[in-house]
């Protein structure tokens, strides 16, 4: 197994200390003794849009995309990119209608906006909710997909690489949303750069493999040998037809999974909630061109992989314990080929995009603990102090909670040969059409009631299990001009997973409004927020940005579909 050199600790070692040392200076030169709990949650009006945008991608880009969006690259090719391009199109639509509605109405949380719009039953169903998820889901995949990772480049137990990382993020973390979002600049610098190294790497070898030199003879040669992995939009008859259903990806469930993630989520939206509305655009624009760019450096090193692997290369070393050919080991199998230095420095790019997902995670588990139930639940006289001391005492448990599932579950949920960050998409992908349709309609339609709020939730997470399951149960073959496809490996005719989500969004917003008129019949009151036309008008250099970032987006898909 190969190791990482003296040379490599060194780099990474100054790459520690630097983020600590930044983080710490960072504490000291904004910190207040007096800082209230929203100011430790959110940094209150104290972040850049640099670091709103450096943030939200430091926190959104972590071990799911480079092991996970590397291993589906190495097994379907560019068409996992419509996460990260359809997000950059997402993002935009976020700043406009969503984040104003959000600011206008001094909404800091998501269970708070819920409560201000609904009732604090929804408020409060939906903050355990998130909690259960953020822990269940999100925690435990991070940390394990990430330890995967740095145990196959190190050669350190898995088990030390958990219990690492986990340290590492709350030491970060205890410092409050200022220090996540100022040292998430530094970390989307290094995991950008290393990942570019990456890349590079894994052209120049494919060059080499054909007696050429150069990465851009290296992309037209993966291009040329590797074309099945270079379509955007697969047909029914694509062996990976089930994870990326077609037009699906543009016009269907992906809309819903990229929307409920970058707009109604506590974890995304908290770092644009402390800003003014120029500010958080402005931020949110810049993580859109970010995103632009991310599969240069996380699906591109993984069809790179496939094509080495094709020639010969990396068979011992993407072997799982049991012989399964493991995708989640293609991006690691790639950074052990970097030399001295520039492998310390991969891995250290690693680690900051672990970390600072980590972190961010943990934040905001504090931030819906400490502020949405403990405080409107258990005691609502507390103090600031009290609220502050209570959110480090829940970050340090949630991701004591985060170890122990990644110990005892990770490898049956994401290893042996499973797609990571497949596996994180659809099983978060049960909740968001509910919780999707319950703010869309929260925001826009003022008869929304509290009673179909609940049912979005509760029904949708139903639905979902009933579409997941009902084809192990019944004979569905007679839907495939429907858009139910056979999973070969199962024999039965089921729904892919995106597909699934769009259809359980439209059964949701028909049972709200169904349920909403009947409420209103009764003479349900409803809280309608504030809400205006005024609210979604763009300054030019805004507008002018959000049309480079289409006018990209609509470049990309042509050429590639």
Not at 143 to 150: E, H, M, R
Request: glycine content about 10%.
């Amino acid at each position: 197994m190969k190791t990482l050199s003296n040379g490599d600790y060194f780099v990474f070692l100054i790459y520690f200390v630097v983020v600590a040392a930044y983080g710490y200076w960072i504490y000291k030169r904004k910190h207040d003794a007096d800082a209230t709990s929203k100011d430790y949650f959110l940094a209150e009006g104290s972040l850049t849009w640099w670091a709103i945008g450096a943030s939200l991608i430091a926190s959104n880009i972590s071990a799911e995309q480079f092991i996970g969006t590397s291993g589906s690259a190495f097994k379907m090719g560019l068409a996992i990119s419509t996460y990260e391009w359809m997000a950059a199109a997402t993002l935009i639509i976020v700043a406009i209608f969503f984040i104003p509605i959000y600011l206008r109405n001094k909404i800091f949380t998501m269970p708070q906006f819920l409560n201000d719009r609904y009732n604090g039953t929804v408020a409060m169903v939906m903050a355990i909710f998130w909690l259960l998820l953020y822990i269940v889901v999100n925690l435990m995949s991070i940390l394990y997909l990430g330890a995967l990772a740095i145990s196959g480049i190190s050669g350190i137990n898995i088990i030390w690489c958990i219990l690492a990382l986990a340290v590492f993020a709350v030491i970060i973390t205890l410092g409050g949303m200022k220090v996540i979002g100022y040292t998430d600049v530094i970390q989307v610098f290094v995991l950008i750069l290393g990942g570019l190294v990456a890349t590079y790497l894994a052209l120049n070898l494919i060059s080499e493999k054909s007696g050429t030199t150069g990465m851009w003879n290296g992309l037209n040669i993966m291009r040329a040998e590797a074309s099945d992995h270079f379509h955007m939009i697969f047909d029914k008859s694509n062996p990976n037809y089930m994870e990326m259903p077609g037009l699906s990806v543009l016009i269907g469930g992906m809309i819903i999974v990229n929307l409920n993630y970058w707009g109604c989520n506590q974890y995304i939206t908290q770092r644009a909630l402390g800003a003014d509305l120029k500010t958080a655009r402005g931020g949110i624009l810049f993580a859109a061109f970010l995103k632009l760019l991310m599969p240069i450096i996380v699906v591109i090193p993984g069809i790179a992989v496939y094509l080495l692997y094709q020639k010969g290369m990396f068979h011992q070393e993407m072997l799982s314990s049991s012989g399964v050919t493991d995708p989640n080991k293609a991006y690691p199998s790639l950074l052990n080929l970097l030399p001295t230095g520039l492998k310390g420095l991969s891995f250290a790019a690693l680690t900051a995009a672990i970390v600072a997902s980590l972190a961010g995670k943990a934040n905001s588990i504090a931030t819906i603990f400490t502020l949405d139930i403990y405080k409107k639940a258990i005691n609502p006289d507390a103090t600031d102090k009290r609220l502050v001391s209570l959110g480090k005492i829940s970050v340090g448990v949630a991701m004591g909670l985060g170890v122990i599932m990644s110990l005892l579950i990770g490898e049956q949920l994401m290893g042996e040969g499973k797609q990571g960050f497949q596996y994180i998409q659809e099983y978060t992908g049960f909740v968001s059409p509910g919780i999707f349709a319950m703010f869309i309609l929260g925001f826009f339609w003022k008869k929304a009631t509290s009673n179909a709020a609940l049912f979005a939730t509760i029904g949708g997470f139903i639905f979902s299990c009933f579409f997941k399951f009902l084809p192990q149960i019944a004979d569905l073959s007679f839907l495939a001009p429907f858009g139910f496809s056979k999973d070969n490996g199962k024999g039965v005719y089921e729904i892919p997973f995106i597909d699934r989500m769009g259809f359980v969004f439209v059964l949701c917003v028909i049972g709200m409004y169904i349920i909403s008129m009947i409420d209103q019949a009764k003479g349900v009151k409803t809280k309608g927020l504030e809400v205006d036309a005024s609210m979604f008008k763009t300054s030019r250099a805004f507008t002018a940005g959000a049309i480079i970032v289409g006018g990209i987006i609509v470049a990309l898909y042509s050429f590639f579909w």
